[in-house]
């Protein structure tokens, strides 16, 4: 079962450049999301995704933007990359309002540096 | 808006003693709450949830949490710990019905012999 798939798991970017972390997950998820993990914050919520054609804004979106154009895609763009989008991202996807146990599955995480 | 707080940054403790990690959370409406651990260079992987029911919640690996209502708390515990327990724990909490999981900012487990 490969369950929800990230790539890449390394990147590292110059200030400016523009890049896409992809998420795919195979399990029929309605929900899919991508978090920031950086030290001592925890885990925050940058998008989410309701369903194919919907997405919303987490707790900090600046920077970045998402689509979701499958159930199983939720790609991730830098839009411009800055040192302080220098991160370890996380996709997570779990069940809709039909199904919903309240558990996110996460993908391995993409570890990206921007000089 | 809700938001948590994971009272211990590190919390060290010797093999097979028993460990309490606190949670506490702010929230002006019904929530969800979780646990879940990191191991080293890996994902999330959740340990235990309390939805709705009996406020003791047993998880994964030997952990079980209580849910508090009039303290706002979330607790987690394991009478007795293992070296292979070494990893970071995240409390959670979302709204009933919201699309925002909101995680603490992790306390680290140091197991040692």
């Known amino acids: 079962n490969a369950g929800v798939t990230q790539t890449p798991k390394f990147q590292v970017l110059k200030t400016g450049q523009s890049m896409t972390l992809q998420c795919a997950q195979d399990m029929n998820h309605e929900y899919m999301s991508w978090y920031r993990q950086d030290p001592g914050m925890g885990l925050r919520l940058i998008h989410y995704s309701v369903g194919a054609g919907i997405t919303d804004q987490g707790e900090v979106p600046n920077g970045y933007n998402v689509s979701r154009s499958t159930t199983e895609d939720f790609p991730l763009r830098l839009l411009s990359a800055a040192p302080s989008q220098t991160s370890v991202y996380f996709c997570?996807?779990?069940?809709?309002?039909?199904?919903?146990?309240?558990?996110?599955?996460f993908g391995e995480g993409s570890r990206l540096t921007v000089l | 808006a809700q938001s948590v707080t994971q009272l211990d940054s590190q919390v060290p403790v010797f093999e097979e003693a028993p460990v309490e990690l606190r949670c506490n959370y702010s929230?002006?409406?019904?929530?969800?709450l979780f646990w879940y651990v990191q191991y080293p260079n890996q994902g999330l992987q959740l340990l235990l949830k309390?939805?709705?029911?009996?406020?003791l919640v047993k998880g994964i690996n030997g952990f079980e949490a209580e849910f508090n209502k009039s303290q706002t708390s979330f607790h987690l515990r394991k009478p007795s710990v293992h070296i292979s327990d070494t990893a970071e724990y995240f409390c959670?909490?979302?709204?009933?019905?919201?699309?925002?999981?909101?995680f603490g900012a992790g306390t680290i487990l140091r197991v040692k012999s």
């Open positions: 997570a996807s779990r069940f809709g309002p039909t199904g919903y146990t309240g558990e996110l599955f």
């Open positions: 309390y939805l709705s029911g009996s406020t």
């Open positions: 929230s002006s409406v019904s929530v969800y």
């Open positions: 959670a909490v979302s709204t009933l019905g919201g699309n925002k999981l909101v």
